[in-house]
């Protein structure tokens, strides 16, 4: 059983019914708390909460997200993701979670990409216990000194990393 001071936090903007990862996530055998984190300019924030119920949706204000971030350009681009990043660790913090994992939209499916003898495999290989697996990761991340462990996804040739975070 999940830990009331975990959460996963799916960053959304504009796709309030194609938030996939959702869906993923209890498929994959997660099942404890998750919440969608939406800027406040996001014209389907009405729409997340009839799909997810409000107590799920989490609203942040963006020019206040933007005004605390140096997102490494002069030009402070309004459609970033960084915004929402950043602000999380804010919004984890004020819900007393001590461990958080921190996701896109658009994840379809979760797999392991070795088997048990750590042997690359491609065939599919769905990872059925997922609340497992993130209570592994705790364990491990308290019993370091790092704040955060980063999983890889593949998509195509481009692989995305899966911030799992250590709320301190």
């Not at 030009?75 to 913090?93: D, G, L, P």
């Not at 979760?110 to 364990?139: H, P, R």
Request: negative net charge; proline residues 1%.
């Amino acid at each position: 059983m999940m830990p009331k001071t975990f959460a996963v936090f799916i960053l959304t903007h504009g796709r309030a019914n194609s938030v996939y990862t959702y869906q993923s996530l209890r498929k994959h055998g997660y099942t404890s708390k998750i919440y969608l984190v939406c800027d406040d300019e996001d014209r389907q924030i009405d729409k997340y909460k009839e799909v997810y119920g409000d107590e799920s949706v989490i609203v942040f204000n963006k020019q206040e997200a933007i005004d605390a971030t140096d997102s490494g350009d002069n030009f402070k681009k309004r459609n970033s993701v960084v915004y929402a990043r950043n602000i999380n660790f804010k919004i984890a913090a004020d819900l007393g979670l001590t461990h958080f994992w921190q996701l896109d939209d658009d994840y379809t499916r979760f797999d392991y990409s070795t088997n048990e003898e750590l042997q690359y495999i491609t065939s599919e290989n769905k990872i059925g216990n997922l609340d497992g697996v993130l209570l592994a990761l705790m364990e491990f991340l308290d019993s370091t000194p790092f704040h955060s462990v980063h999983l890889h996804r593949v998509v195509t040739l481009l692989a995305v990393n899966l911030a799992f975070y250590l709320a301190r």
